[in-house]
């Protein structure tokens, strides 16, 4: 936004220069010029006049849509850290891939059930995680997205980065394009190893 303001800051001096050239010519009086030059020069001042007048109104309103639009990216930054935040410290591991399972996003609990950075599981495709006999089954949930409007669940095997078995289980909500293509798969990760079975 600084870049903004500064390009019409510099927009605004010129057109001030422009009034401060003029004013000579205005304030003179060009109808007593010779050869009918004094008209044609009166009707370029006024002319001119009026486009100092207008331009001076686009400053106005170009400064109006600057503190607007600074305005919502103030707010888009606080909603954009509160999301980091959630992302970030929620009790399960998120992830959030394309539509063709490619990892775009982990949060820092998605490395520790991987004994990995999250950073490096960025760029890895999902079925990546997951234990070789599962990968298959995973590949077809994803393919199976296209076709669903709500959460679906898959629950497998997977290894961590130090080789420990565990079992996991993924919850997938789909974002759509407005065409209804899938823009991006946001995933929830568990591990249920522990998990106590149902009585």
Known sequence: ??????????????VLQLIRRLRPVLEGSPTSWPDGRGRLAATISRDLVKAVQALDVAVEELYF????????HQALEIERRS????????????????????????????GELFACAADDLVGELIPALVHPDYRDSLQAALGAF???????????????????????????????HPDGSVYRVRWSLRDISRRPAAD
Do not use: H
């Open 83 to 110: 999301y980091q935040e959630l992302f970030e410290g929620g009790p399960d591991g998120y992830l959030v891939t394309g539509p063709e399972g490619m990892i775009l996003r982990a949060n820092r609990r998605v």
């Open 65 to 72: 849509q600057v503190e607007n639009l600074e305005a919502v």
């Open 146 to 176: 296209e076709l669903r409007d709500w959460d679906a669940e898959w629950i497998g095997q997977a290894v961590s980065a130090d080789g420990s078995p565990f079992a996991l289980a993924m919850t997938a909500a789909v974002v759509r």
């Open 1 to 14: 936004m600084k870049q903004g303001r500064e390009t019409i800051d510099a927009f605004a001096g010129e």
